[in-house]
C-alpha cells in the first residue's frame, strides 16, 4: 500500500465538515474506493467513483476525483461522533492479467462533539 | 448468510502450533483475498484467488503461509509453526470480478501465546 498515500489523523468538531485526502499512483486505474473501518470490525465499502468521473455525491459523502494530478477526496459533510472510524483509500490496479486493489494506510478520523 | 463470513472470530493458540483460518465468500464471486492487519495498522495483502487462475501469492510472507481456495468457493490460510508476530487480525474479502469493489467479513482475530 506504500503506493497509495494517506494522512494518518484527522480531528473534527462534531458538526463541521471533514476531508479525508488521498494520492495513487496508475493512471490507469479504473475505479477507486473509500471503505470505513470501525473499532474491532471489518472493512465496510463507502462509496467508489469511475475513473472517467470527477464527483459523486451519495448523501453526506462528496467524492472528487482529479485525475490530473492523481488525487482522490472524500467529504464528510455534517461529521457525526459515528463518523469516528478509519478511512481507507484503494486504487484498483493492472498487475499482468488481473486486477487487484492497491490500499493506503487508512486515516483515523476522530469527531470531538 | 448474504455476507463474507470467516470463521473462527477469535482465536488464540500457542507458539509453534499450526492455525486454520476460514473464509466463505459471497456466493458467486470469484475473487477472493486475504488481507493481515496488525494492531494500528494498514492492509497488507496476503493472497488473491481469481476463478480458475494461479492464485497471487505474492504477499505471503514466508513459506510457512499457505492458502487453498477448493471449488472456486471456501477457502482456508494456513500458519505452520505460528510465531508471536503472526498475531494479527486476518481479514477475507471476496468480489464480483478484479477490480469491482470487494466485501470483507468481520476477520478472525489471532493471537498468538
Known amino acids: 500500500g506504500e503506493d497509495v498515500e494517506q494522512s494518518l489523523f484527522l480531528s473534527v468538531r462534531e458538526g463541521d465538515s471533514s476531508v479525508i485526502n488521498c494520492t495513487y499512483t496508475?493512471?490507469?486505474?479504473?475505479?477507486l474506493y473509500w471503505y470505513k473501518q470501525e473499532p474491532g470490525a471489518g472493512l465496510q465499502l463507502l462509496t467508489y467513483i469511475f475513473s472517467n468521473m470527477d464527483m459523486k455525491q451519495d448523501q453526506r459523502l462528496t467524492v472528487l476525483l482529479n485525475k490530473k494530478d492523481k488525487h482522490l477526496s472524500l467529504r464528510i459533510a455534517d461529521t457525526q461522533t459515528g463518523d469516528s472510524a478509519i478511512y481507507f483509500c484503494?486504487?484498483?490496479?493492472?498487475?499482468?492479467?488481473?486486477?487487484?486493489?492497491?490500499w493506503g494506510l487508512g486515516t483515523s478520523l476522530a469527531v470531538n462533539p | 448468510g448474504a455476507g463474507v463470513s470467516q470463521s473462527p472470530s477469535n482465536k488464540v493458540t500457542e507458539k509453534g502450533k499450526d492455525v486454520e483460518l476460514r473464509c466463505d465468500p459471497i456466493s458467486g464471486h470469484t475473487a477472493l483475498y486475504w488481507y493481515r492487519q496488525s494492531l494500528g495498522q494498514g492492509l497488507e495483502f496476503l493472497i488473491y484467488?481469481?476463478?480458475?487462475?494461479?492464485?497471487?501469492k505474492s504477499g505471503l510472507p514466508s513459506d510457512r503461509f499457505s492458502a487453498e481456495r477448493t471449488g472456486g468457493s471456501v477457502s482456508t490460510l494456513t500458519i505452520q509453526r505460528t510465531q508471536q508476530e503472526d498475531s494479527a487480525v486476518y481479514l477475507c474479502?471476496?468480489?464480483?470480478?478484479?477490480?469491482?469493489?470487494?466485501?470483507f467479513g468481520d476477520g478472525t482475530r489471532l493471537s498468538i501465546l
Open positions: 474479502a471476496s468480489s464480483s470480478a478484479g477490480n469491482q469493489p470487494q466485501h
Open positions: 484503494a486504487e484498483s490496479r493492472s498487475t499482468g492479467n488481473n486486477r487487484k486493489l492497491i
Open positions: 484467488f481469481q476463478g480458475n487462475s494461479a492464485p497471487d
Open positions: 496508475d493512471s490507469s486505474s479504473t475505479y
